[in-house]
């Protein structure tokens, strides 16, 4: 149950991220989940979208450069040792983050996070059977 | 004083004869010795006998950087193996790099054009050298060497770099001589002042200064800055290395070893011949040369020559300084750089063919510099910053190997690289040179 998120190659430049969130909000695509990795020239657009293919033509067409990458997205509850007990779950099963962001999905008050694994089926194995709540691409598309 | 004043001062009419007889010997040597040569002659439908004086020279085909690229290493030298005694290597357009091979009489030849360049800038056989050229495959340092044992100065071998000790050591012993590259004696000025040194008290009253293209607005800070002459000498390694043209102290142009180097002007397109005056690349037959003779070789430097008698009662004719390129190569800190050797690492990463862009700047009293941008695409990002961060290693290493100069490198996104007409440009030269 993996999830696709879209890493997008920004160079550090005034209004560059505006441009770039405004062309999704055009065509009417949301964006569930977002973060920013940056180095002193450019920086990796990181978003979760309801739309990833349209996303994606969006963004071929507009010749900004961006891959899909499967991530896995869980769900916690919004309270003090719920991103603790899943790290536990992955820290036991020797599972490596690459990164992960997370964010708050106000309608549930639950906590949304995602990580980049190495291995995302093992990773998805893992959570599911310690009872983590694995978010689908359904349930994006429908947040 | 002038090294060879025979020579030198010769008049005109017994020069051309010299050169004539020269011409005829270098035709039928290299049409018997080196089969490159032979085809290209009989290619072109002339034979040594159609060579009767240097008029006849626009006979001959040109010699370019392609042909040393596809005879690379040995196809174009005249001699056995056994006789060459040294090789330099300079950057080539794609692929193989450029080499110069020298036999003993080359290393002589060299010597002896350096001495002419050393007198010619004002030199003297009691003067000491300070060379910092740097020394090694570039012929720089070495010919410049060469030049000093011939004429008997002070060597102070220091190679390039290392600039804290190279004021010390003009400092305890006193150089009236320095040859370096334009902007290196620039950044030391600024360095020596950091340093504490007084400029004007420097030892250094002479510069040879080449291997890159400079204006007379850093002449003048140059001779402004540390208080001396400072001249330009032009050489290439495909030729000899430096030493085929000299400024004397009247700065009116730089004298051609013409009895050695026949340099002719041409229109690039056309192949014919300019006027005195006019602008046009500069074309070199090496006339006595063993190794690796080459016939009206294309040196794409655009220069404008003139006959006129100078001041300094040197005859041979004179150049402008390098005023463009009919190529695309540029010149950093002395290295010959083609964007296309850019070109080729790319290609080698990931199988790729970004865009990428050269942007080359020189801060005031700075080394130039060199900003390599490459157009990220989808095959070569990564949604992991240290992945993106190796692939801006990788390049940047491949790069610096190839060339031989420090790069930074600069992932940008596609199509902020400029395109005219649909090509990329692929160098931006922000120096004023």
Known sequence: MKITQISVFLENRKGRLFEVCSLLGQNSINIRALTIAETETFGVLRIVVDKPEAATEVFKKHQITANLTSVVAVEVDDRPGGLAAVLKTLSDHDLNVEYMYGFVEKATERAMLVFRFEDPDRATKVLSAAGVRVVTESDIRGL | MIWREDIETMPLENLKNIQSERLKKLAQYVYERCPVYKRKFDAAGVHPRD???IEDIAKLPFTTKIDMRDNYPFGLFSVPRGEVQEIHISSGTTGNPTLVGYTRD??????????????CAGAKPDDTIQIAYGYGLFTGGLGA????????????????????RQLKVMTDFQPRIIACTPSYVLYMLEEAKELGYDPHKASWKIGVFGAEPWSEAMRKEIEDGWGM?????Y?????????????????????????????????????QPVPDGQKGELVITTLTKQAIPLIRYRTRDIVSMTRQP??????????????????????????????????????????????????????????DTVEVQVEVDEKLFHDEIKQMHQLEHEIKKKI??????????????????????????????????
């Open chain 2, 51 to 53: 060579i009767r004086g």
């Open chain 2, 145 to 164: 060497h060469y030049g000093s044992l011939e004429m008997g100065l002070t060597i102070l071998p220091m190679s390039a770099g290392q600039t804290p």
């Open chain 2, 310 to 367: 100078c001041a300094c009662g040197r005859t041979s004719p004179r150049t402008s300084k390098i005023s463009g390129r009919t190529d695309d190569m540029i010149v950093v800190r002395g290295i010959n750089v083609f964007p296309s050797q850019i070109e080729e690492v790319l290609l080698g990463i990931e199988g790729t063919h970004p865009q990428y862009q050269l942007i080359v700047d020189r801060q005031a009293h700075q080394l």
């Open chain 2, 229 to 233: 002459l400072a001249t330009d000498i």
């Open chain 2, 235 to 271: 050489g290439l390694s495909d030729i000899i290395g430096p030493g085929v043209s000299q400024e004397c102290h009247h700065k009116k142009g730089l004298h051609v070893f013409s009895d050695v180097f026949y340099p002719e002007i041409i229109d690039p397109d056309t192949g």
């Open chain 2, 106 to 119: 080359d290393l002589k030849l060299w010597g002896e054009v350096m001495a002419r360049a050393f007198c």
């Open chain 2, 400 to 433: 610096e190997a190839v060339l031989s100069v420090g790069v930074s490198v600069k992932l940008v996104e596609p199509k902020t690289i400029e395109r005219s007409i649909g090509k990329a440009k692929r160098v931006i030269d922000k120096r004023k040179l």
